[in-house]
């Protein structure tokens, strides 16, 4: 593939495919998985994932904002065409399609299965509220007492943004996709929704579309956006390669974590047997 100025991107592609290689390895095969037996130990995860789920949501409007005209009065900004892929992204991710018809962002999607599946969703709702009433976020982090995995995984998304660089936020947003979840996850709430029916129908709407989407359309979208932002220039490959390899690092101590918290809870279930 060329990008806008004739330059050739699949040789960075490649090298930057083979950069995150071990961490993306390291997420799909992690033991986080296989710590997730029960609908308590899902509820767990969720209450730790929201967090991700919403500051995705950061990364995708920070892309907005900054490649394309988001103020009054309207005037032509950056590149038509990356315009056109951030776009065409917000629109599956800020009000995609819902099974019963409406529409909602993947977060609100994300909230409505957490409630169906019994997940507490106390303290994301008090930091988006601390957002809402001007806290910055960092302070309504604290405020809220959020997991400290949860704290250094938002902080290290929000260092990326504030950095201001468009290829450093897109190779963040673009790697570390909900892509990331395997099959065997999936399949794991499969299962348990069959034993407990009606307590994930909407996670496993939000699985199946997320990643159906991350697979088919913006994970392409993605990577054409990081090159057309690259511009074939090696110092912004090399900040986008980082940027990327930070992003999922930043996710695996994220899953560390998610799986410490879930074995911590099995290990209080044991003591409380009779």
Known sequence: MMNSNGTETDGFQESLTAAIAAERRALLEHRLYGRLR??????????????????FMSLLKALQVRLTCAGVPWLPQGNAQVRRLVNEIVLGEESDVLPEGGAASHFELYLHAMHQAGADTAQVEHFIGLLQSGQPVVAALEQAGVPAAVGAFVRQTFEVIERGRPHEIAAAFTYGREDLIPEMFTQLVHGLERQFPGKLAKLRYY????????????????????????????RREQEATQAAVAALQSRIRLWDGIALAAEQMAETELIQQP
Do not use: K, S
Request: net charge negative; hydrophobic share 40%.
């Open 207 to 234: 699985l199946d579309r997320h990643i159906e989407l991350d697979g088919d359309e913006h994970g392409e979208m993605g990577r054409q956006m990081v090159n057309l932002l690259c511009e074939g220039d090696p």
């Open 38 to 55: 029960t609908l308590e130990h899902l509820a767990v995860f969720m209450e730790h994932h929201v967090f991700a789920v919403w500051d």
